[in-house]
């Protein structure tokens, strides 16, 4: 067994979420006021439900509800629709299956919330794949701080500098090159011209791109 983990975001990253979470957001917010368009979703891309939620407070207060009732609004409603329409990115379950089959330690860092992670899971079939499963609603801070890559690493008892990090967000690259990981970014195409994807230290069209070969060739060769 190579003496390295893994650790994987997941929305944007193992299950195409983000339009998901932008049809939930958009039907929400509209309803509290908010005129938020699906443009101005990328702006919260990689936090916390509740930093989402925030965000927008400041920006467009409302009334009611409170903001902790919108938040567990928008959970409930992005996990209708990860249940109903939700569909894996391409290659995710496939690479999580190899890194498993080759031994890999496994880990899940995410922003989304324990009970979202558990409905990914399970639609996508990894609900036994993963060794240690963490959310950064658990942490005091969330990405792009460190502490869920380094909460990911210190429960899977591998040295944050041995492990390599999956991201599809530039929050999410910022928090585990800040846990002092390596990081493979795989962009969604209309984000991956940003000159900022540069931090990581490979970028990939897709999670496709991946088989035994190369996920070797790179663990040992860095």
Known sequence: ??????IFDMDGLLIDSEPLWWQAELEIFNDLGVPLQ????????GLRTSEVVNYWYKKFPWTEPNESAVAEKLISRVGELIMTVGQPMPGAVEV?????????PLALASSSSLYLIEIVLNKLGLQDTFNGINSGETEIYGKPHPAVYLTSAHRLGIHPTKCVAFEDSIRGIISAKAASMECIAVPAPAEGEDPRFAIADIKLDSLTQIDKSWLNQFLIGS
């Open 1 to 6: 067994m190579l003496d390295r983990a893994v």
């Open 38 to 45: 699906e443009s101005m979703c990328h702006q919260t891309m």
């Open 96 to 104: 999580v299956q190899l890194c498993h089959q080759m031994k890999l």
